[in-house]
């Protein structure tokens, strides 16, 4: 009972405003959580499912850059939470409130513009989430230490090896987990105490107590040194004068007896693209299927893929791929490829190791290999894409790995140059 009580009190707050800049065109007009993923649903979905999954029905998320993509898949996707069952999913985005300027000036500021949200929730303890990140992981258990250890905060970490730790919030901890420092993305990470080759980055997820962060939120929006981040300025001083322990992700992850542990930062083309890729494989490291911690999303409502014509060299077929509703292939060669909702495909067409967002059209004879095509595009007919990195780098955007990027406006320059 204890357990059901717990996730009670609690809310998340999800941090989905910032743009992703690293995914190149993919967020010019979509902030990253609002980024499709996994055939059907959006980056988003997993911070928001692993809380629905956790018992938690107390949601915020926080908005901010280009927003409105984000805003409408929460709006037909998340709607059905009930007030009168004391659940909520509230919308922030960024404001005027008070005297602070209209954008969000920082993590932590994104949180402290809200205070008088989270007030009306009545809730004991917060979870700070990113809302960018691809993973499964139930908070209840990290909850749980949170509060058996009574600490200030609790920070869920990655183990990961040490020099790949660069590109992180890096934590060193004694033996019983206690944080002794926490370093933002340092040229020589500290190791963890059981493996010198192995260090522990911050996932950015973080459990407090509601009324310590209150306070703390506080002092941090009048301290005008402050760049007002977690992860910058809150996260560091905690360790300082109060009591961080670290989680780690390996004891909550959500996954099959001796399967790997998940997490995928999909923040640059090369890995939305292998990530995508991954799930073709025969066992995937991240289950999709599994009906005990379902990725809950909008579900359009759309019919079944339909593959037609069987002939030679026009075969609607698909091999080691994910084909989702509403999705006719038609003619086509698909192999290990990952095809999203209503692509439709044209005779003669080959599509190899392609990742294709929802509404695209492949015209005949068009040959793509290793490329990632942004949603509501159509691939003109005979396109070649994938064999010349040359002639691909003078149209679209070929990644430091050979993924081709191919946007409509790519695609537009390029016909009306030809």
């Not at 009972?1 to 910032?18: C, D, I, N, P």
């Not at 980024?35 to 107390?58: E, W």
């Not at 392609?354 to 095509?373: M, Q």
Request: charged residues 25%; glycine residues 6%; aromatic residues 8%.
């Amino acid at each position: 009972m204890e357990q059901k009580r717990l996730t009670q009190r609690s809310m998340v707050f999800v941090l989905a405003g910032g743009r992703g800049s690293r995914l190149k065109e993919l967020t010019d007009r979509r902030v990253k959580p609002a980024v499709p993923f996994g055939g059907k649903a959006r980056i988003i979905d997993f911070a928001l499912s692993n809380a629905l999954n956790s018992g938690i029905r107390k949601m915020a998320i926080a908005t901010q850059y280009k927003a409105h993509s984000l805003i409408r898949h929460l709006q037909r996707g998340w709607t059905f939470f009930r007030a009168e069952r004391n659940e909520f999913l509230d919308i922030l985005p960024a404001s005027q409130r008070g005297n602070n300027e209209n954008w969000y000036q920082g993590t932590a500021d994104a949180v402290t513009q809200n205070i008088d949200i989270i007030d009306s929730y009545d809730v004991d303890y917060v979870i700070i989430l990113a809302g960018d990140h691809i993973y499964k992981m139930d908070y209840e258990i990290m909850l749980r230490q949170h509060v058996e250890t009574k600490a200030d905060v609790t920070v869920g970490c990655l183990t990961v090896p040490r020099m790949e730790a660069t590109a992180f919030g890096v934590m060193a901890t004694d033996d019983s987990g206690q944080i002794t420092s926490f370093l933002e993305k340092p040229a020589d990470p500290p190791s963890t105490p059981e493996d010198p080759d192995k260090a522990l980055a911050s996932m950015g997820i973080y459990v407090f107590n509601w009324d310590y962060l209150r306070k703390l939120l506080t002092d941090d929006d009048s301290n005008v040194e402050s760049s007002h981040d977690f992860g910058n300025d809150l996260i560091p001083e905690i360790v300082k004068t109060g009591k961080a322990m670290a989680h780690r992700y390996d004891k909550s992850c959500v996954r099959a007896e001796g399967a790997p542990v998940y997490w995928k930062d999909v923040g640059t083309v090369d890995a939305f693209w292998e990530a995508h890729i991954d799930l073709t494989d025969f066992t995937p490291d991240l289950n999709l299927w599994d009906k005990n911690w379902p990725i809950w999303t909008y579900s359009e409502s759309v019919p079944p893929a339909k593959f037609i014509h069987n002939e030679k060299d026009r075969r609607g077929m698909a091999i080691s791929s994910m084909i989702s509703g509403g999705c006719i292939i038609s003619g086509t060669e698909v192999r290990n490829s990952c095809l999203f909702t209503n692509v439709h495909t044209n005779s003669y067409a080959v599509l190899d190791h392609a990742v294709v967002l929802p509404n695209v059209v492949v015209s005949r004879h068009a040959r793509l290999r290793k490329v990632v095509i942004d949603s509501d595009v159509t691939i003109p007919e005979g396109l070649v894409v994938g064999e010349d990195p040359q002639e691909d780098a003078k149209w679209f955007r070929v990644s430091d790995k050979g993924v081709t990027l191919i946007t409509q406006a790519m695609l537009d320059a390029r016909a009306a140059a030809l």
